[in-house]
């Protein structure tokens, strides 16, 4: 099945930090741009950050954007999402999906354009 499995999220005080995982099953990564996309309950699906397939470049909202790190290992087939000054409205599920183009501009609403959605990992920022 080809799929990814998303990792590390958790309950934490504003201003904290955690760092999410996902792991690829079924399917190499290096053909593939990533994202990282979160929804929180009753709204939509939005992309915070991208890594670009051809040149490894990273792209991220205004709203995460100095706070939020991708990274890729592709000899790990891994992804990874670092994120630091937490704030209560980072609060969501979050999923890491692929798309075979590089980042577009507008990732942050494109995520119909990606695949091989995991279950999410919940993060919960307390105030």
């Known amino acids: 099945q080809l799929q990814f499995v998303e990792s590390g999220g958790g309950l934490v005080q504003s201003g904290g930090s955690l760092r999410l995982s996902c792991a690829a099953s079924?399917?190499?990564?290096?053909?593939?741009?990533i994202g990282w996309f979160r929804q929180a309950p009753g709204k939509e699906r939005w992309g915070v950050s991208c890594?670009?397939?051809?040149?490894?470049?990273?792209h991220y909202v205004p709203s995460v954007k100095g706070r939020f790190t991708i990274s890729r290992d592709n000899a790990k087939n891994m992804v990874y999402l670092e994120m630091n000054s937490l704030k209560p409205e980072d609060s969501a599920v979050y999923y890491c999906?692929?798309?075979?183009?590089?980042?577009?501009?507008?990732?942050?609403?494109?995520?119909?354009?990606?695949?091989?959605w995991g279950q999410g990992t919940q993060v919960i920022v307390s105030s």
């Open positions: 999906a692929v798309v075979k183009t590089d980042c577009s501009y507008d990732f942050e609403i494109a995520a119909v354009r990606y695949d091989y």
């Open positions: 079924g399917f190499t990564l290096d053909s593939y741009s």
């Open positions: 890594v670009s397939r051809s040149d490894g470049s990273t």
